[in-house]
């Protein structure tokens, strides 16, 4: 029984790993294809070879524009997944190692704010963005992004499970500063908590659509998702777009696996904090 059940567990996950790759490996088939090919031939099936012919399209059409929005994805998601998870860190040590009057209560808001989705802000940040005169701006996209309710609340819980209270209390009384107590001895105590949320917030910024369609309209600005739309809807009256859509989507794809192979030791580290406490 144990072995049928150890089986059944093996076939699930083998099930579902090939339900996960199969968009991928369509993609990946498609990306080679030509526009006929790509209407002629089954979707699992190479066609003639021509991705690097593709690849060549996407980056020349409209000189270039496609590079220009992954840049800006890459700054978007880069930048803005470093700096939300520092701060979600610097908040989830402060709920864990320290003690005010309100703190549970103010963390219930934080929780709560787990709850809302994305895109039930949008509008309102738009309102907001419009009042102080940001629409269409690049701070208009980066600045909502910095905020990550489920990374303070997941720093909380690795806090606890990465930061002993003994060893705080003991750089305390060698004369360490609490800015220096973070700095030097809970940062670094924490960087598998900071890779974990990292590659959680950057993966949901760099598929973020909703808030840059809302927020932006000037192309300059767009990041991969908001870009690749636009082609989508051309595609309606210009066939050719959707092979410039299928191959951009693929190029898109390739940060993402970069970024979770080259970290996911912190990221296996980070999501298993606190299993064995």
Not at 242 to 265: D, E, K, N
């Amino acid at each position: 029984m144990r072995w049928m059940s150890r089986a059944a567990v093996n076939g699930l996950l083998i099930v579902a790993t090939l339900y996960t790759l199969l968009p991928l490996t369509w993609l990946l088939f498609s990306s080679t294809k030509s526009l006929t090919d790509l209407y002629s031939t089954n979707g699992f099936a190479f066609g003639e070879f021509n991705l690097f012919t593709n690849v060549r399209n996407v980056l020349a059409e409209s000189g270039g524009i496609f590079l220009r929005w992954y840049g800006n994805s890459v700054l978007y998601a880069g930048v803005g997944a470093a700096v939300s998870a520092l701060v979600s860190v610097m908040c989830g040590y402060a709920f864990d190692k320290y003690h005010w009057l309100g703190k549970e209560k103010l963390f219930g808001l934080v929780l709560l704010g787990v709850l809302v989705p994305t895109t039930a802000t949008a509008i309102p940040l738009y309102l907001l963005a419009s009042e102080i005169g940001m629409v269409n701006t690049f701070w208009s996209v980066f600045v909502p992004v910095l905020v990550h309710p489920f990374g303070v609340y997941l720093a909380r819980v690795l806090s606890a499970g990465y930061v002993p209270g003994e060893v705080l209390e003991a750089a305390r009384s060698d004369g360490a500063g609490e800015i220096t107590t973070f700095v030097r001895v809970a940062l670094p105590m924490l960087l598998p908590a900071y890779v974990t949320i990292f590659l959680f917030q950057f993966t949901a910024i760099w598929n973020n659509f909703f808030l840059p369609l809302v927020m932006l309209n000037d192309q300059h600005l767009y990041p991969l998702s908001l870009g690749l739309f636009t082609w989508e809807k051309q595609g309606n009256a210009f066939p050719e777009f959707h092979s410039l859509v299928i191959t951009g989507s693929l190029l898109s794809v390739i940060p993402l696996l970069l970024v979770f192979v080259s970290l996911q030791r912190f990221w296996k580290a980070g999501m298993t904090a606190g299993s064995v406490k």
